[in-house]
């Protein structure tokens, strides 16, 4: 009979999670990478941050591993320089002294107001809209104006057919009536 050594339990003990979001913003501060709770939290959901949700009174929170937050402000010292070239200054351009004064006036004049090219896309942008919406309002005036003869029409129309029907009525009688005088319901 062989005997099965033990083995390491596959999870970590609770007590692994002991930082709270609060308590995780306030060492990455001290790190000098200060994150704000709402980071930390998608950190925890991203999975970059060993955590566990938990229940409490008020709702749901996450417990942190200390280990987990060192790992990962590493992490960002790590990457942080070669993913953002803010860190490195500029160069200084060396001043070019002017032989001609009037060289000197010129290069310190002030910019021309020049528009953008983002500036002047809008402006055509804006004055094709202007035109469309000419051309619309147009279209609507002219709309307007076949409705109101369409309209028009249509009471001439009505007023038509009542004169046809007052003049039709005598010769073929009221609904209901024969002009023979014979009585509609006794017909076989």
Not at 107 to 129: E, K
Request: hydrophobic letters at 30%; proline letters at 8%.
């Amino acid at each position: 009979m062989t005997t099965d050594p033990s083995r390491p339990v596959a999870t970590s003990p609770d007590s692994e999670y002991s930082l709270s979001i609060e308590e995780a913003s306030d060492r990455y501060e001290r790190s000098g990478h200060p994150r704000t709770h709402r980071s930390i939290q998608r950190y925890c959901a991203k999975g970059h941050l060993d955590c566990r949700r938990v229940e409490t009174q008020f709702g749901e929170k996450y417990l942190i591993s200390a280990a987990s937050v060192a790992k990962h402000i590493a992490y960002i010292e790590e990457v942080r320089p070669i993913a953002t070239g803010h860190d490195m200054p500029r160069p200084v351009t060396a001043t070019v002294g002017h032989e001609n004064p009037s060289e000197a006036v010129s290069a310190s004049a002030p910019p021309s107001p020049d528009l953008s090219r983002q500036d002047a896309a809008d402006t055509r942008y804006i004055a094709g809209l202007e035109r469309e919406n000419e051309f619309l309002r147009g279209q609507v005036s002219v709309k307007d104006d076949q409705i109101k003869d369409l309209t028009e029409r249509a009471r001439e129309t009505n007023h038509l057919i009542a004169g046809l029907q007052k003049m039709l009525t005598p010769l073929l009688g009221r609904p209901g009536e024969r002009s023979d005088g014979a009585d509609p319901a006794q017909t076989p």
